[in-house]
């Protein structure tokens, strides 16, 4: 281990509880390159199909029956029997 990386683990385990959830709700949502590529793409020039916008549609329909709420990440692991 780094010395920085050595230095950076004393100080998390110096911290609270609360302080660590806070860091760890931080570092999630610290940028990434792949999220920094995406944010900087541009926009698509393509039009968008008949197809393409009667899926939208019909999603934002579904969100709207079903709260604006999607399904949790853990539900579709467990219909897909991923681990």
């Known amino acids: 281990m780094t010395d ?3 230095e950076v683990h004393e100080e998390i385990d110096r911290m609270t509880e609360r302080d660590v959830a ?3 709700e931080f570092l999630a949502s ?3 390159p792949l999220a ?3 944010r900087n793409a ?3 020039d393509e039009p968008e199909t008949e197809e393409e916008a009667r ?3 019909e999603a934002k329909e579904w969100l709207r029956q ?3 709420r999607g399904i949790p990440h853990e539900e579709i692991k467990r219909e ?4």
């Open 36 to 38: 920094a590529a995406c």
């Open 30 to 32: 610290f940028p990434t």
């Open 55 to 57: 899926l939208v549609a």
């Open 66 to 68: 079903n709260g604006g």
């Open 22 to 24: 806070l860091l760890k």
């Open 80 to 83: 897909f029997r991923i681990e």
């Open 42 to 44: 541009p926009e698509s």
């Open 4 to 6: 920085i990386r050595k």
